[in-house]
């Protein structure tokens, strides 16, 4: 007799709830989108009763900011490792721009908790911020080194650096037709003509980028 493959959330067992209700949370969002999820959906999906999810999340708003800490907390480590792993200042940049890809392809549910706008208003925003803020600050101090920019220039184009990976990943679902290979590509060429277009450029007074 074959049994029928358990997905990780249908294998919770006593002692493992909350990280039973995470990975059911994650698959959810994979298969039906972000605004699929409930906590009695999720309960339903792993076979607990109704109240058992609220023993670790208040709400649905809750779960989600738990998710968006993790995935945060992820990508700063998956940062850190290609930081590490270049081959100097000036391979930094490339290595970030591909590792954020990678993550973003790689756990596409978490990414799009991660950016949901639903938590902007969460009371943990704070504590989400720690954990974001650094990952941006790595890009910024890679673009610093590797150009020699000074803070405010580096802080406004690793905000541009990120967007334009974060809109690649956005538009990977059946908008692009090039290979991620391709988009990569495009994605570290189009990172390094921003750094470049941001060497030696007098910053605007008035920008909020590297106020916080």
Not at 108 to 137: I, K, N
């Amino acid at each position: 007799m074959v049994r029928k493959k358990q997905s990780p959330a249908q294998k919770y067992h006593h002692g493992d709830l909350k990280r039973a209700i995470m990975d059911a949370a994650l698959e959810m969002t994979e298969e039906s989108g972000l605004d699929s999820l409930s906590l009695r959906e999720i309960a339903r999906r792993i076979g607990v009763t109704t109240a058992a999810p609220y023993h670790h999340f208040k709400d649905r708003q809750s779960l989600l900011m738990e998710l968006a800490i993790e995935g945060y907390s992820r990508l700063l480590l998956a940062l850190r490792a290609a930081r590490e792993a270049a081959a100097g200042p000036q391979g930094e940049l490339e290595a970030a721009a591909f590792a954020y890809l990678h993550f973003g392809r790689k756990h596409r549910a978490l990414y799009s908790v991660m950016f949901s706008g639903q938590l902007a208003t969460h009371p943990r925003m704070g504590e989400l911020s720690a954990v974001a803020d650094p990952c941006l600050d790595l890009v910024r101090q890679s673009i610093s080194e590797g150009s020699g920019m000074e803070a405010r220039a580096s802080a406004e184009a690793a905000f541009c650096a990120w967007s334009l990976l974060h809109g690649i990943l956005m538009l990977d679902n059946g908008v692009l037709q090039e290979s991620h290979a391709e988009q990569d590509r495009l994605g570290i060429q189009g990172v390094k003509g921003m750094v470049q277009g941001f060497t030696g450029m007098p910053t605007q007074r008035n920008s909020r980028m590297g106020r916080r």
